[in-house]
């Protein structure tokens, strides 16, 4: 009896809970060699992660992006990928990665507008951005807009989602780069700000439009906000991130993992006290008279530092 107490006192201590809570129902995966993903897929899927999002980076190796649409669909599992249109434009690839199994796109698209989107994205990427939608819409692949929201894209935001719904994309995701009210960027959009476009976007979405928030990107004065808008959200709030050496990451907060999914397929993050919260915020969750949609809340409050990301 003494020594069950002492394990139960010692695993509280190390945050790690005795019932496991259920796995995420998808991760954020950044692409690699097909080495490092043959280690960490198979204990993803042993751990009942249902969806993976592929995070192809700037000019991703074509071989593993395959490989690794390959791997997921063997293993189970759906494969998303997520990136700049310009990083897999080409109708070859593309034609690639559908007949590998990719059963989703989320190519980022800024602004209606192609020098707005060109200055944060890259030269070119807009026209590639255009093309890729057209392609996949006449192959019936589902697609998804990533729509960084910083100052320039937000005064922008009414053409684009007009944009996007002419070229038949119902399915936005946000990604706001955002600061403090009382620590102020040109770059970023303040808490302010950001309710402002929360207020906006739930009014819009009552036209049919489908719009998710990624967790608020806290605006990173080391690197430009291309970098940034590039480099993208961790991952989407009902998602944890996991690196391709299998550390695990929680989609908000710094990046401080929470463990490693390969000495036990997942079974000691599970445990962890940190990510069982996470698992629970909903029943936490409160509404307050700031932003207009109860569902925003239930992943934490959007002006809310804490349940921001902080550089990935």
């Not at 009896?1 to 259920?22: D, V, W, Y």
């Not at 080409?90 to 796109?105: C, H, I, N, Q």
């Not at 093309?131 to 922008?156: C, R």
Request: net charge negative.
């Amino acid at each position: 009896m003494k020594f069950k107490q002492f394990l139960q006192n010692l695993s509280e201590r190390l945050g790690i809970a005795e019932t496991p809570a259920l796995p995420p129902p998808a991760v954020d995966v950044p692409l690699a060699e097909p080495r490092q993903l043959q280690r960490i897929l198979p204990c993803l899927a042993a751990w009942g992660v249902k969806q993976i999002h592929w995070i192809a980076g700037d000019s991703p190796d074509e071989s593993d992006l395959i490989s690794a649409i390959e791997q997921t669909v063997q293993l189970g599992m759906k494969p998303c990928v997520r990136g700049r249109a310009t990083d897999f434009v080409d109708d070859e690839l593309l034609a690639k990665l559908v007949s590998a199994g990719a059963a989703e796109f989320e190519i980022l698209i800024l602004s209606a507008i192609g020098e707005v989107h060109d200055a944060l994205a890259g030269g070119g990427d807009y026209r590639n951005a255009l093309h890729a939608l057209a392609w996949l819409a006449a192959k019936n692949v589902d697609e998804i807009a990533l729509l960084s929201l910083v100052p320039s894209t937000w005064k922008t935001i009414a053409r684009t989602v007009d944009f996007l719904g002419h070229h038949g994309i119902q399915s936005i995701r946000i990604a706001a780069v955002v600061c403090r009210d009382d620590e102020p960027s040109s770059w970023a959009l303040s808490t302010s700000e950001l309710i402002e476009a929360a207020e906006w976007i739930e009014n819009h979405s009552r036209f049919g439009t489908r719009f998710t928030w990624y967790p608020p990107m806290r605006f990173d004065p080391k690197r430009t906000l291309a970098q940034q808008v590039r480099r993208g959200p961790r991952a989407l709030p009902d998602s944890l991130r996991i690196e391709p050496d299998g550390r695990v990451f929680l989609p908000i907060g710094p990046p401080i993992a929470l463990g490693n999914v390969l000495p036990d397929e997942g079974q000691t993050v599970a445990r962890c006290k940190r990510y069982r919260e996470w698992t629970q915020r909903a029943d936490a969750a409160h509404r307050c008279t700031a932003c207009p949609s109860p569902p925003l809340c239930l992943h934490g409050c959007l002006c809310a530092p804490p349940q921001w990301s902080d550089s990935n």
